[in-house]
């Protein structure tokens, strides 16, 4: 399995601002997915983040709303920007090492607000 | 394009009494089953998978899982549900080659003392 962290746990922001999310893994994986999981609903993928290569982005997501880093093997950052009420989610970090047969194991989150 | 279905919002069980929480999938090729648990305020925590092999998955918690692939399906169960059983469960489905892990909308399982 893969432990995973993410930062901050929760948080509450205004209208109009950003928040960077921090995911940090025990151990190097190739890939790394963020979700989004909206109130009462499933999970989104928002994108794929591989070291070394620009993010790829769903449909409907956007690099300049949702930009993504992933400077190394154990680490990504997802920043939502500009934010809105409508961006109020909690956001996941996932990891697979092999993304043809391994599990995705999954962060605990970040729940967002936004007055 | 993959799709999954969990036809049930909720599934109330008593406790002692066996569970399943249903799971149809849609997928090309051969397909990756997951089920993963969501407790409030949690993350998504791994239960089990089927890749290949025996159609009877066993995973964690004393969940299991049977892959039918006639009826496509991948249903969840338990023989004696218990309380701290109460969750939000998610199947999920990946396609051969690289394609991306699909959820299905969730069932939330209220287990009643």
């Known amino acids: 399995s893969a432990v995973i962290s993410q930062k901050p746990s929760r948080d509450i922001c205004q209208r109009g601002t950003s928040l960077t999310i921090q995911c940090q893994v025990d151990s190097q994986v190739t890939m790394m997915f963020w979700y989004r999981q909206q109130p009462g609903q499933s999970l989104t993928l928002i994108a794929t983040?591989?070291?070394?290569?620009?993010?790829?982005?769903e449909s409907g997501f956007v690099i300049d709303k949702f930009p993504i880093s992933r400077p190394n093997l154990t680490f990504s950052t997802l920043t939502v920007s500009n934010m809105s009420p409508e961006d109020s989610s909690i956001y996941l970090c996932?990891?697979?090492?092999?993304?043809?047969?391994?599990?995705?194991?999954f962060g605990p989150g970040t729940r967002l607000t936004v007055l | 394009a993959q799709s999954v279905a969990q036809p049930e919002d909720q599934v109330n069980v008593a406790e002692g009494n066996p569970l399943t929480v249903k799971c149809t999938y849609s997928v090309s090729g051969n397909p990756y089953l997951f089920w993963y648990v969501q407790y409030p305020n949690r993350g998504l925590q791994f239960l089990l998978k089927y890749i290949t092999g025996d159609n009877l998955v066993k995973g964690s918690y004393g969940f299991e899982a049977e892959f039918n692939k006639s009826q496509t399906s991948f249903h969840l169960k338990k023989p004696s549900a218990l309380v701290s059983d109460s969750a939000l469960y998610f199947c999920?489905?990946?396609?051969?080659?690289?394609?991306?892990?699909?959820f299905g909308t969730g069932t939330r399982l209220l287990v009643s003392p």
């Open positions: 983040a591989n070291q070394g290569s620009e993010a790829t982005y």
């Open positions: 996932s990891v697979d090492r092999d993304y043809i047969t391994d599990t995705q194991y």
């Open positions: 999920a489905v990946r396609g051969t080659g690289f394609q991306k892990l699909v």
